[in-house]
């Protein structure tokens, strides 16, 4: 009679399986649905590529650059070297990454729409009298609580 033990090692070769499954997900899910940014992120990271460093995070790739900007595309997040713990920013970087797999093609309308709208004067004098952050944005509000639930946290 044969034996229903699970042999040694089979829990680890699952956790891998799942691990490349979710990898190839990600993958697909960011060249059909998250196509459009996907795209822009990757020309936007070649014209970078002579002054960077890249690095592989959870399905996206980390652009560390040395200009004074940081934002996501698609697959991509630019990190810009200059801030005080650039790794520590990754962390929302991967919250916006997460929205770009959520919203898909709106993606660039959702997140460039309410970080627009925040920099209009009025908008901004109402803010500024309620002392409300600039990362107090619906787009960044939920990349950061993405970031806390799925990745990691910015410090």
């Known amino acids: 009679m044969k034996s229903l033990a699970v042999p040694n090692g089979s829990g680890e070769n699952m956790e891998k399986a799942k691990k490349c499954l979710i990898g190839i997900g990600l993958f697909l899910l960011s060249i059909t649905w998250c196509a459009l940014q996907t795209v822009i992120g990757a020309l936007f990271a070649l014209g970078l590529l002579p002054t960077s460093r890249t690095q592989r995070y959870r399905g996206m790739v980390v652009v560390y650059h ?26 929302r970087m991967y919250g916006h990454y997460l929205q770009s797999l959520l919203y898909g093609p709106i993606f660039l ?12 004067p009025s908008i901004r004098r109402y803010r500024a009298e309620r002392d ?23 410090i």
């Open 109 to 120: 309308f959702v997140v460039s729409l309410s970080e627009l709208f925040v920099r209009i």
């Open 66 to 91: 040395p200009y004074s900007f940081t934002f996501s595309l698609g697959t991509f997040a630019f990190v810009s070297n200059r801030v005080a713990h650039p790794r520590t920013i990754r962390g």
């Open 132 to 154: 409300l952050s600039p990362t107090d944005v619906f787009a960044d509000r939920q990349a950061l609580r993405f970031a806390e639930r799925f990745g990691e946290r910015e």
